[in-house]
Nanobody
Framework: QVQVAESGGGLVQAGGSLRLSCAAS????????MTWYRQVPGKQRDMVAS???????NYADSVKGRFTISLDNVKKTAHLQMNSLKPEDTAVYLC???????????????WGRGTQVTVPS
């Protein structure tokens, strides 16, 4: 089993910055990808940014140039640096972690509970 824990959310004024962290812990797993999603009540969950174990990144168009994802492979922690925040960035940010467990080739997906980011208009 893998536990995923997000941190770093909060309330910030428009134009400000926040840094989210997503830490994966447990035994016997190899990290493949960590992905940040965000969700507003009543709407679908949208991908924000992802990073693979070999540092290939992908961003939603809405955050390109403002958000940066990075990965500490040793600590199995992904960070999401969010700059120039806008009211439309307000959401619960959730971390998805894709891992492989020794002994099989199946991708296993684990989710955290999320962290709230609020940018008042």
């Amino acid at each position: 089993q893998v536990q995923v824990a997000e941190s770093g959310g909060g309330l910030v004024q428009a134009g400000g910055s926040l840094r989210l962290s997503c830490a994966a812990s447990g035994t016997s797993f190899r990290l493949r990808t960590m992905t940040w999603y965000r969700q507003v009540p009543g709407k679908q969950r949208d991908m924000v940014a992802s990073i693979s174990f070999d540092n290939i990144t992908n961003y939603a168009d809405s955050v390109k140039g403002r958000f940066t994802i990075s990965l500490d492979n040793v600590k199995k922690t992904a960070h999401l640096q969010m700059n120039s925040l806008k009211p439309e960035d307000t959401a619960v940010y959730l971390c998805r972690t894709d891992v492989v467990h020794p002994g099989n080739n199946y991708m296993n997906v684990y989710w955290g509970r999320g962290t709230q980011v609020t940018v008042p208009s």
